[in-house]
């Protein structure tokens, strides 16, 4: 199955869909570092580096799903909160993909700001745009008449394109990230398929990252951490762990411990040792002030961030038992957000973190993206499909 990557940034969800076996129709990005990294992983020629309103959908042949994440900062809880207002919001473009190619499917990702009750009714006009595609407002007439057209589109002639949409605020962390994460996914089956769509079964859950860590204790042995060297037990913990023996008993939860920095880091030998790991590089001057304390080593990450003109935040940092903070390197924050260590990210560190920052958690959208190809219908063993994932996790 084909896909269209709008909005690829350094390729995150293209990734995690290559993996679930989509192949790549085109990717369409503005960003000259983002592109070049594209360049690096994917296949050069199917890169187009502009403005999406420059880019010739007519050009592509029949595309299967259409991905990617348009801009977030008219939604972002630290931006300006512009959501219509903004010139940067690009979901008007990326219904016009929808409504030009008609895929089977689509799939966008956002953050969570575009949840706020203040974006309630943009919001909604992006679901029923998403819906009826083909639906478009009449001259003059601005985004709120047209919500209200789209809102009675019952009682007025239509036959156009539908989609099922459905959307989910997500927590990486709950699919097997080693970060605490939550976006928006919006998916779409076109509707004359008939295609029932739910989001992909969550995998891992803090309850048993919490049993293993305070009740079995497997976690800190499998990592070999001395007792010295432990989290704490506060007294909020220790309330949490009792309500956890009441809940399960005698036995651990099902799901898989959610996954630490230290999970992910292990192997990665330190950045300031002789390690010939190219985006493996030391930056110093990492500090703690508050709000910005840095990623627990022994909990999932917070959210890795762009940060202001491409300087990372606080949240990019790891914290150890003793109180220490480093900036994460490059390859470190790769890890977080589940790229392959071979996974090349373009331009210098505070250039790449934004990349890495902006992207999708690949496993995330391998996960999306392996329950989307088999609810239609590209693979016909279910079972073997989902292994690498699996194997994965």
């Given at each position: 199955?084909?896909?269209?990557?709008?909005?690829?940034?350094?390729?995150?969800?293209?990734?995690?869909?290559?993996?679930?076996?989509?192949?790549?129709?085109?990717?369409?990005?503005?960003?000259?570092?983002?592109?070049?990294?594209?360049?690096?992983?994917?296949?050069?020629?199917?890169?187009?580096?502009?403005?999406?309103?420059?880019?010739?959908?007519?050009?592509?042949?029949?595309?299967?799903?259409?991905?990617?994440?348009?801009?977030?900062?008219?939604?972002?809880?630290?931006?300006?909160?512009?959501?219509?207002?903004?010139?940067?919001?690009?979901?008007?473009?990326?219904?016009?993909?929808?409504?030009?190619?008609?895929?089977?499917?689509?799939?966008?990702?956002?953050?969570?700001?575009?949840?706020?009750?203040?974006?309630?009714?943009?919001?909604?006009?992006?679901?029923?745009?998403?819906?009826y595609p083909g639906f478009i407002a009449k001259l003059d007439v601005d985004w709120k008449n047209h919500l209200s057209d789209l809102r009675s589109i019952g009682q007025?002639?239509?036959?156009?394109?539908?989609?099922?949409?459905?959307?989910?605020?997500?927590?990486?962390?709950?699919?097997?990230?080693?970060?605490?994460?939550?976006?928006?996914?919006?998916?779409?089956?076109?509707?004359?398929?008939?295609?029932?769509?739910?989001?992909?079964?969550?995998?891992?859950?803090?309850?048993?990252?919490?049993?293993?860590?305070?009740?079995?204790?497997?976690?800190?042995k499998r990592h070999h951490v001395p007792k010295a060297e432990r989290a704490p037990m506060t007294e909020l913990l220790q309330e949490k762990i009792i309500r956890l023996?009441?809940?399960?008993?005698?036995?651990?939860?099902?799901?898989?411990?959610?996954?630490?920095?230290?999970?992910?880091?292990?192997?990665?030998?330190?950045?300031?040792?002789?390690?010939?790991?190219?985006?493996?590089?030391?930056?110093?001057?990492?500090?703690?002030?508050?709000?910005?304390?840095?990623?627990?080593?022994?909990?999932?990450?917070?959210?890795?961030?762009?940060?202001?003109?491409?300087?990372?935040?606080?949240?990019?940092?790891?914290?150890?038992?003793?109180?220490?903070?480093?900036?994460?390197?490059?390859?470190?924050?790769?890890?977080?957000?589940?790229?392959?260590?071979?996974?090349?990210?373009?331009?210098?560190?505070?250039?790449?973190?934004?990349?890495?920052?902006?992207?999708?958690?690949?496993?995330?959208?391998?996960?999306?993206?392996?329950?989307?190809?088999?609810?239609?219908?590209?693979?016909?063993?279910?079972?073997?499909?989902?292994?690498?994932?699996?194997?994965?996790?």
């Amino acid at each position: 199955m084909k896909s269209l990557e709008i909005f690829s940034g350094a390729g995150g969800l293209a990734k995690g869909l290559e993996l679930a076996g989509f192949q790549h129709s085109a990717f369409v990005e503005f960003n000259k570092h983002a592109c070049a990294s594209l360049h690096e992983n994917f296949e050069a020629k199917k890169v187009f580096f502009g403005d999406i309103k420059d880019f010739d959908l007519n050009t592509l042949g029949d595309v299967d799903i259409v991905a990617g994440g348009p801009p977030c900062q008219p939604f972002s809880l630290g931006g300006k909160h512009g959501a219509d207002q903004d010139s940067r919001d690009m979901f008007p473009y990326a219904i016009r993909a929808i409504e030009q190619l008609t895929p089977k499917a689509f799939v966008f990702e956002n953050v969570k700001g575009l949840l706020r009750a203040s974006f309630s009714d943009y919001f909604e006009y992006i679901i029923l745009r998403l819906t009826y595609p083909g639906f478009i407002a009449k001259l003059d007439v601005d985004w709120k008449n047209h919500l209200s057209d789209l809102r009675s589109i019952g009682q007025l002639p239509y036959a156009g394109t539908k989609y099922d949409v459905t959307f989910k605020l997500i927590n990486a962390a709950n699919y097997g990230v080693p970060q605490i994460r939550e976006r928006v996914v919006i998916v779409g089956t076109r509707a004359d398929l008939g295609v029932p769509w739910s989001f992909p079964v969550e995998t891992h859950s803090e309850d048993r990252l919490l049993w293993e860590m305070y009740v079995s204790g497997e976690y800190w042995k499998r990592h070999h951490v001395p007792k010295a060297e432990r989290a704490p037990m506060t007294e909020l913990l220790q309330e949490k762990i009792i309500r956890l023996k009441d809940m399960y008993g005698m036995f651990e939860p099902e799901q898989l411990p959610w996954r630490t920095v230290r999970d992910a880091l292990q192997g990665i030998p330190d950045p300031q040792a002789m390690h010939g790991i190219e985006d493996h590089i030391f930056h110093d001057g990492a500090r703690t002030y508050p709000g910005h304390t840095g990623s627990d080593i022994d909990w999932p990450a917070k959210t890795i961030k762009a940060g202001g003109h491409g300087v990372p935040g606080g949240e990019n940092m790891i914290r150890y038992p003793d109180g220490s903070v480093r900036y994460f390197t490059v390859c470190e924050a790769k890890r977080i957000q589940t790229f392959p260590d071979s996974f090349v990210i373009k331009g210098a560190w505070g250039e790449a973190m934004r990349q890495i920052g902006n992207a999708v958690p690949v496993l995330l959208g391998e996960a999306i993206g392996r329950e989307l190809a088999e609810r239609l219908g590209a693979r016909n063993d279910s079972a073997d499909a989902r292994q690498p994932y699996r194997a994965r996790l």
